[in-house]
């Protein structure tokens, strides 16, 4: 059964909605993935747009897309454009349902004032390092604000100067009046609000009070009608404070906060600010890098959407925390190109092969299947002619046993060609390099079977010459060389330093010259166009190779 055919597996999320429907709860389900715009989306956050986006699909409902664009200093256009772009690449749409928490900046703002009247809320003019000190410990009770006791007036009276400019930043913040000797440190008087003086990307500079996330998300759920608002497990301690806030305002409805295990991946970092260090440091060329888990790194490096959808599916929705083995990535990547990728063939490190026995300005045209299991993509004409390339690593001067590839008086077929027996090495006088190789071909054994019936044991792939196309290739590799780099403090120094090689001079068969779909270059993995080609000179990136190399190189160890 191919991914895309396979439905939906159950877990507790999905039978928290089914059990809310039948009982009358909801007549539809409204969800929500709200990111914040301050960096890419990554493979863990496909997770959670499969989720909202999936439940609400398959129950008939809809899912709304809202940024969290509530801290001005750190967000910009570019991200809001990548996350759009990213959500529909992997195959939802949000349809009208677009929105921003600084749509409802006038309503938070009257909401807080609410709170205020009603005793719920307090401006604290405590400084950082005092707040941290009053709050205590897990072990210990926090104190109370000196700020606390001041009257609803008096405090709205500060909130609307804080709006309206009065303060420096970090002057007074608006709090929750809840409980400072609770054992939740989150309901130890959070702050609702902070002054910050800074443009917003979409309401300039109207406001300079912005609410925090625990405050705004809440309210914006409601005000959205959301009925089922789902966040990782990080903020399991936070749905007293949801809870509690919705239950102090006259918001249209009271959204259910539910939890499930966020996706780590190993041998990577999902954290955004490790993600922005990356990328501002420069140890990664941007954030569509293929070596980083961001949506669009995986995108350029030819990893289908199709993949991760089916990846996020068999990593299912738990409360249990873990890593993901990074090899289940590779699986389902392998498993959709397989099915979908083109063959194509191309030499990464050639090594020139003279044929001497064929004519001279001679060229055949060789029929090839585009996919052997798919016969509807048709096939394409390969040229053949005296001058070849094999890959370097297919051939030995002195082969070990179980060497079965080109070696001194060896035979081999070529793919989709004939059987080639090398009769002459030629090597570079200084160095030793081998540099060229003199074979014959047997006219007899076109398409690869001898009439005599003798049998060769290797198989090789070849590019003809003089139609090849020459190309850059980068080989992409794990960006780290541990499996959990996330959790080490220097985990710069953890970098692999293999993680890229870029390959000059290699030679792709012609049709590979204008770039297109992804492809299987036989034996050698499933490769990419990348958007860095120009006309006459392509790059392609590997997305995988075509077997898990690193689990034999742990097998070994």
């Known amino acids: 059964m191919n991914a895309a055919d396979r439905p ?105 004032c609410h709170l205020i009247r009603t005793g719920k809320a307090y401006v604290c003019s405590l400084s950082a390092e005092d707040t941290r000190a009053y709050r205590g410990t897990l072990t210990e009770p926090g104190r109370d604000s000196p700020y606390r006791t001041r009257t609803a007036d008096e405090n709205l009276a500060l909130f609307t100067r804080m709006r309206a400019g009065e303060f420096a930043d970090g002057a007074h913040v608006l709090r929750a009046r809840i409980d400072m000797a609770s054992p939740n440190l989150n309901l130890r008087d959070p702050v609702l609000y902070r002054i910050k003086h800074a443009p917003h990307p979409i309401t300039g500079n109207a406001w300079c009070v912005y609410p925090m996330y625990d405050y705004a998300h809440c309210v914006s759920d409601a005000l959205e009608g959301i009925t089922h608002s789902l966040c990782t497990l990080e903020f399991e301690d936070h749905r007293a404070l949801y809870d509690w806030i919705l239950d102090q305002l006259p918001v249209p409805c009271h959204p259910r906060q539910i939890e499930f295990s966020r996706l780590n991946l190993s041998y990577t970092v999902m954290s955004k600010r490790r993600l922005h260090e990356l990328v501002t440091g420069r140890h990664v060329n941007g954030w569509d890098d293929p070596r980083l888990p961001t949506l669009s790194g995986l995108r350029r490096r030819g990893v289908p959407a199709a993949a991760i959808r089916d990846f996020c599916e068999r990593v ?61 993509l048709g096939s394409r004409q390969l040229p053949f002619g005296r001058e070849l390339y094999i890959e370097r690593d297919d051939f030995m001067l002195d082969p070990p046993k179980g060497f079965h590839r080109l070696a001194p008086g060896r035979e081999v077929r070529l793919r989709f060609a004939y059987f080639i027996r090398c009769e ?45 196309v020459t190309a850059e290739v980068r080989l992409y590799d794990r960006l780290f060389s541990v499996p959990d780099p996330a959790g080490q403090d220097d985990y710069l120094s953890l970098l692999n330093p293999q993680s890229l090689q870029v390959l000059q001079d290699c030679r792709l068969e012609p049709s590979l010259a204008q770039g297109g779909e992804a492809r299987q270059f036989e034996r050698l993995g499933y490769f990419a166009p990348d958007p860095d080609s120009r006309p006459g000179a392509p790059v392609w990136n590997r997305t995988v190779s075509l077997r898990d190399t690193w689990a034999k190189v742990a097998a070994r160890g």
């Open 8 to 112: 939906p597996s159950s877990n507790f999320i999905r039978q928290i909605v089914e059990q809310d429907l039948a009982a009358g709860k909801h007549r539809a389900v409204v969800t929500r993935f709200p990111p914040e715009p301050n960096g890419y989306l990554h493979i863990g956050h496909a997770k959670s747009i499969c989720l909202n986006f999936g439940l609400a699909r398959d129950f008939g409902g809809v899912c709304h897309l809202r940024f969290d664009d509530t801290n001005p200093a750190k967000e910009e256009v570019e991200f809001v454009q990548a996350i759009e772009r990213d959500v529909r690449w992997l195959g939802f749409d949000w349809g009208d349902r677009r929105f921003h928490a600084s749509d409802y900046f006038e309503q938070l703002y009257d909401f807080a």
């Open 424 to 468: 002459q090495v030629v090597t570079d006088p200084v160095s030793g390099e081998v540099t060229q190789l003199i074979c014959s071909y047997d006219p007899a054994t076109r398409g690869g079977n001898a009439p005599d019936g003798r049998k060769v044991k290797g198989t090789l792939h070849w590019v003809d010459a003089a139609h090849a």
């Open 316 to 376: 299912g929705v738990t409360r249990k925390e873990n890593v993901i083995d990074l090899v289940q990535l590779e699986t389902c990547t392998r498993e959709a190109l397989e099915q979908s990728a083109p063959r194509a063939l191309a030499v990464l490190r050639p090594l020139k092969v003279v044929i001497e026995n064929y004519p001279a300005g001679q060229v055949e045209w060789l029929d090839a299947p585009n996919h052997p299991q798919r016969p509807e």
